[in-house]
């Protein structure tokens, strides 16, 4: 419970309308099925990058906890106030500070959406790649927080890999910005790619800087579909020994399928995608579609639209199946990922659940899911020990528990690093961090 002081002094930075008692939705984020709910001490709705550094500022005099917030998307309970604290909700920061086509960049605050980024980019010819999961409703300060990826992260990386500059709120309460406009720059320590990632750990994320590139001419995506895992992880092999740099290489396993399939075949499916200039693309297709071509049942060349739009419904879907699931991303080498989709449907077996899972498989990026009925306590508790299962498979095979949802609070017990690289990682957390108020309890033990 914050004191009442507090409580005072954030109503004075910025009016008692904008300062809340918490509730929906800002007790909760994407993980509310797991149990990772809290109400906070308090909800503060900053408007502008100043209001944010005050309220930092008084949160750190009152040494209270400070959360950010983004869009509510987070799979891993990292903007849930487990301990308290104040919800610094960055909803109203949609700002776009600059748009400049010509040198194909942006500068946008952290409560724009992230539809919104991609839309002003194509409305004037270019193209903002990265594209995670709920377009809609995530923010650009909590893609940049989370490092988050998508389906195109295989060619053009993830929403890290765009960002030139970063401005952030620092404890106590401190405005800094980290690079800018400039595409390279070596004078130092690079300070904006720490914060990429630190799921608001180091400080909370007010506005960044995007690069964008020209808009492809054409995009086309061939699907297949295999009897077996194993043949589908050839065919991904396949796809990457081909010479081609597909855009995306995605999979889906034949549970994911036989849920949501439809129209778009059934079995261990893989999805490639080229994109480009028009000559390239239809060559890069032919190419693809040949690679994909050994031990296949079925290829074809989807609409790109239909595909993509049928893609980004498969998790609705496979929840709907028993009215929930406990879905995690874990990553593999590549060459495992036909092993590691196989070993998650063996896990659930083995806690008496139905599993499948999905992904980026030229990342090595698996959903791992199990479908749970959201009133079986039993079964969701069978399904964290099954998520446990799946993340020692994923370092056991030499990959890590995470990919693009971040660690948060729900993963956080099961990183496991050399000695060394954490005390390097708690130093840089304190020199950010020294009295440990900025997400307190997220992404690493301190």
């Known amino acids: 419970m914050i004191d009442r002081d507090l409580r005072a002094r954030l109503e004075d930075l910025l009016g008692a309308e904008r300062v809340l008692d918490g509730g929906e939705p800002y007790d909760h984020d994407a993980t509310e099925l797991r149990g990772i709910r809290a109400e906070p001490d308090a909800v503060v709705l900053p408007e502008t990058a100043g209001e944010v550094a005050d309220v930092v500022a008084a949160c750190c005099a009152a040494r209270a906890a400070i959360v950010p917030r983004g869009g509510g998307t987070g799979f891993a309970g990292g903007a849930v106030a487990v301990g308290g604290g104040v919800v610094v909700s960055l909803e109203r920061l949609r700002r776009v500070r600059s748009l400049e086509p010509g040198l194909w960049r942006m500068e946008v605050e952290a409560g724009i959406t992230t539809r919104d980024v991609q839309r002003l980019a194509l409305e004037n010819g270019l193209l903002f790649p990265p594209d995670p999961g709920g377009a809609e409703q995530s923010q650009i300060g909590g893609n940049v927080a989370t490092n988050a990826g998508g389906p195109h992260a295989l060619k053009y990386g993830t929403t890290g890999a765009w960002v030139t500059g970063v401005e952030a709120v620092i404890a106590p309460g401190e405005l800094v910005r980290f690079g800018g406009p400039v595409r390279k720059d070596v004078a130092g320590y690079d300070l904006k790619r720490v914060m990429i990632g630190s799921e608001g ?207 948060g609070i729900a993963k956080r017990d099961h990183v496991r690093r050399p000695p060394r690289e954490r005390e390097l990682m708690l130093a840089v957390k304190r020199a950010f961090d020294p009295d440990n108020l900025m997400n307190p309890g997220k992404k690493l033990v301190v």
């Open 201 to 407: 750990t180091l400080g909370i994320v007010t506005a960044v800087w995007l690069r964008l590139i020209p808009r492809p001419e054409a995009n086309a995506p061939v699907l297949a579909s295999y009897p077996s895992a194993e043949a589908g992880g050839r065919a991904i092999l396949a796809v990457l020994s081909s010479g081609v740099v597909p855009a995306a290489l995605e999979y889906l396993d034949a549970a994911t399928m036989r849920a949501v399939g439809g129209e778009h075949g059934d079995g261990f499916t893989v999805i490639a995608e080229s994109d480009g200039s028009a000559a390239e693309v239809e060559r890069e297709r032919a190419e693809l579609r040949e690679a994909l071509a050994a031990g296949a049942t079925r290829v074809e060349q989807p609409d790109p639209g239909a595909l993509w739009r049928w893609r980004e419904s498969v998790s609705l879907g496979v929840a709907a199946q028993r009215g929930g699931k406990l879905s995690e991303d874990v990553v593999v080498p590549v060459e495992h990922v036909a092993a590691a989709a196989d070993e998650i449907v063996a896990i659930g077996e083995r806690h008496g659940l139905e599993a499948c899972s999905w992904g980026h498989a030229g990342d090595g990026n698996l959903h791992a899911t199990f479908l749970v009925d959201r009133t079986d306590a039993g079964e969701i508790e069978r399904a964290e020990r099954a998520a446990a299962d799946v993340f020692a498979m994923a370092e056991r095979l030499g990959g890590s528990i995470s990919g693009e949802h971040g660690i």
